[in-house]
């Protein structure tokens, strides 16, 4: 399988211009497999095969790059990817109960995706949030201090439809192709939605200021 | 008493914190380019300043390694892949104060010759991406970097780059392999980045919050640093509570400042429980105590105490929660990210892992005891770089503090804990 003309068009700009940032053209793998999962929602045949076109790589060296990341799927992601940290802290403080109620509720295991293909799990690692824990992420945002009932509600709004907005990010929820596209090193214009920091991260400042305290002068 | 010392988090809580507006005007950075480059590397050098990324490497002389004058560009690159368990610092920072970090890198590259800089921050972020891009396209649009910053002869180029999910490239040189297209393995030491890091030229990799301490030593002088912290271990740096406290958070902090003092800030272990076991710096330190509450949190107290201090990862747990399980679930996550470059932290971690399972569940034995520190001896110094050793703290650790709570599995046949308890809501 290729891309047709028109998607092999649009993709080779952004391709140039993702390219063009770096001294040496290579550097630019990482991104442009981001930039493939944008366009498939994983790290297709197609897209590895031109990964590798852009770049003058064989496929084979793309194919081992790919496959050594766990952010590169091999198989489609759902429009909403959920990552439950299993990771010592979160697992501890509740991640373990989220993630099992959650994969029974959905029907569906680590890197698997609903039937509908809107949600896909993973058990992720340390996301570093852990004063925010139990920690889930869906396309790579924070979602903070998660309950069991608020993870299963979080995934039947996202399956329904519904209106969902992370707990630090910008005030819409963009689907993983979207989000891939940022990682891949081509902005949306998200950046100011949100706060600066929230709860746990101002918690010392809070403190410092009720108290005077500062730096010396 | 030790009392908290806001730099990097003072600006925070401004709604626009994250924008030149809520930052400042980058006098810091202008000043340093009517320096000397080297003038700014003995200043850095003088204010004591060490890699704030975990091991502690002097910052000042690590850029006066980079050999000058070479006719090699050289290059800066930030290491911004935070994924040492409990460690939770940089993101918060980069999501809140992007321009501390950029104005730091413009101080950076410009005292080590660099025209060319990379932010390598973990993919699994992409809000804290976007603010970084964002910030770094308001200095590209205000000339303070590019072609001649601030209408100096100076050009520097500023790439963010985002990985794709993998620890090891906290490693300074995987990240360096993987920045450059590859998979992210680390390489064989020496040569060091300084002589040959990125496309094999003279690179520095700096962790973000080093960088972005920099432009206060610059605006206030060495002195003002070197004047916070203890002897050996100067200025401040950010302390992360996280786990079963009563205010979990950022506390930015002289170096050498107590888990004691932090804990009474932070409202103590949550209420009704004591603290049983602790890591100063990540899951790569080894565990503290209850003992260990009025250790001075800097290198060379936590050192003599038989830990590191890491990235100042404090993640704390109370006696609802089983050393054992703890220690499986690091055991886990480093056998699933051990690169698989060399053998004994491949398969060493693969084996731990399987046995550590065993004892979590009540069938181990003993021995069992016996195996995992003696596969812990065969992965500790025999690795090809310190993802191997990290995956020995708990092991070791562990062991030491908490032998008998290993052997009541195996007495009792299961695990004499309910997770439930040890829960967010388990507790209420």
Redesign the interface.
């Known amino acids: 399988m290729t891309y047709s003309p028109e998607v092999r068009e649009r993709l080779e700009l952004d391709a140039k211009e993702i390219i063009g940032?770096?001294?040496?053209a290579?550097?630019?793998?990482?991104?442009l497999?981001?930039l493939v999962q944008s366009e498939d929602g994983y790290v297709s045949d197609a897209g590895q095969e031109f990964c590798a076109e852009m770049?003058g790589l064989s496929k084979a060296e793309v194919v081992?790059?790919s496959t050594?990341?766990?952010?590169?799927k091999r198989k489609p992601a759902g429009d909403y990817h959920v990552?439950v940290c299993?990771?010592?802290?979160c697992?501890?403080?509740?991640g373990?109960?989220i993630w099992e109620e959650l994969s029974e509720h959905t029907g569906i295991g680590h890197e698997e995706a609903t039937s509908d293909g809107k949600v896909s799990l993973e058990r992720?690692?340390?996301?570093?949030?852990?004063?925010?824990?139990?920690v889930m992420?869906v396309?790579?945002?924070?979602f903070d201090?998660q309950?069991p009932e608020s993870a299963k509600q979080l995934v039947d709004d996202l399956r329904a439809g519904k209106p969902v907005v992370?707990t630090?990010?910008?005030g819409r929820l963009?689907t993983f192709k979207e989000?891939s596209r940022?990682?891949?090193?081509l902005?949306?214009e998200?950046?100011?939605e949100?706060?600066?920091?929230a709860?746990?991260?101002?918690?010392?400042?809070?403190?410092?200021k009720a108290?005077g305290?500062?730096?010396?002068k | 008493m030790t009392?908290?010392?806001?730099?990097l988090?003072?600006?925070?809580?401004?709604?626009?914190?994250?924008?030149l507006e809520?930052y400042g005007d980058y006098s810091a950075a202008r000043s340093a380019l009517a320096m000397d480059p080297d003038a700014i590397i003995q200043a850095v050098k003088d204010s004591g300043l060490r890699g704030r990324g975990g091991a502690g490497f002097p910052t000042g002389m690590k850029w006066g390694f980079i050999p000058q004058g070479d006719g090699k560009?050289h290059y800066l690159v930030v290491n911004a892949d935070?994924?040492?368990?409990?460690?939770?610092k940089?993101?918060?920072l980069m999501?809140?104060?992007p321009h501390s970090l950029i104005e730091g890198v413009i101080i950076t590259a410009f005292a080590i010759r660099a025209n060319?800089a990379f932010i390598y921050i973990?993919?699994?972020?992409?809000?804290v991406?976007?603010?970084v891009?964002?910030a770094v396209?308001e200095a590209y649009e205000k000339g303070y970097i590019g072609r001649g910053v601030f209408g100096s002869g100076y050009d520097l180029e500023i790439?963010?780059?985002?990985?794709?999910?993998?620890?090891i490239c906290g490693e300074e040189t995987a990240l360096l392999d993987?920045?450059?297209?590859?998979?992210?393995q680390p390489r064989l030491k020496p040569p060091f980045p300084a002589v040959a890091g990125l496309?094999a030229a003279p690179t520095v990799v700096n962790n973000v919050e080093s960088i972005a301490s920099v432009p206060s030593i610059v605006a206030n002088g060495a002195e003002?640093f070197a004047?916070?912290g203890t002897e050996k271990s100067k200025g401040?740096g950010?302390?992360?509570?996280?786990?079963?406290v009563t205010?979990?958070?950022?506390?930015?902090?002289p170096l050498g400042i107590t888990l004691r003092e932090l804990l009474d800030?932070?409202g103590g272990i949550r209420e009704g429980h004591r603290l049983k076991f602790w890591t100063p710096g990540g899951?790569s330190t080894p565990i503290f105590t209850d003992e260990h509450l009025d250790v001075p949190l800097d290198f060379e107290s936590v050192g003599a105490k038989g830990s590191m201090l890491g990235t100042r990862?404090l993640?704390i747990?109370d006696e609802t929660?089983c050393v054992v399980?703890?220690t499986l679930?690091?055991t886990e996550?480093y056998a699933?990210?051990s690169?698989g470059k060399c053998t004994p932290c491949r398969e060493g971690t693969f084996w731990l892992k399987q046995v550590l399972k065993r004892l979590e569940k009540g069938q181990g034995t003993e021995d069992d005891l016996t195996t995992i520190t003696d596969i812990a001896d065969n992965i500790l110094g025999r690795s090809f770089c310190a993802l191997g050793d990290g995956a020995t703290s708990p092991i070791y650790s562990s062991v030491q503090h908490f032998r008998d709570e290993y052997l009541k599995h195996f007495e009792i046949g299961g695990c004499p804990f309910d997770?439930?308890l040890?829960?967010?809501?388990?507790a209420k």
């Not at chain 1, 299993?86 to 802290?89: A, P, Q, S, V």
């Not at chain 1, 940022?182 to 090193?185: F, M, N």
């Not at chain 2, 973990?122 to 809000?127: D, L, M």
């Not at chain 2, 205010?247 to 902090?253: I, K, N, S």
Request: aromatic fraction near 12%; hydrophobic fraction near 35%; charged fraction near 15%.
């Open positions: 940032k770096y001294p040496k290579r550097s630019a793998l990482l991104p497999l981001h770049l081992g790059v050594f990341y766990t952010m590169y990552g299993i990771n010592t802290l697992a501890v403080m509740g373990d109960q992720i690692e340390c996301n570093a949030a852990c004063d925010f824990a139990p992420m396309n790579w945002e924070f201090n309950t992370p630090r990010g910008p963009c989000t940022v990682l891949s090193g902005p949306d998200l950046a100011g949100g706060p600066s920091a709860g746990p991260s101002l918690e010392g400042l809070r403190i410092a108290n305290w500062e730096a010396p | 009392t908290l010392t806001p730099v988090t003072k600006n925070w809580d401004l709604p626009n914190s994250f924008t809520g560009p935070e994924s040492e368990p409990g460690t939770c940089d993101i918060p999501m809140a104060n060319y973990r993919g699994e972020v992409v809000h991406i976007r603010r891009q964002a396209r790439v963010v780059h985002s990985g794709a999910g993998a620890y993987s920045l450059e297209g590859f998979r992210g496309y003002w004047g916070m401040f950010i302390f992360s509570l996280s786990g079963h205010r979990p958070g950022q506390y930015e902090a800030m932070a899951s990862a993640q747990f929660t399980r703890a679930r690091w996550f699933h990210e690169c997770p439930a040890a829960t967010v809501w388990g």
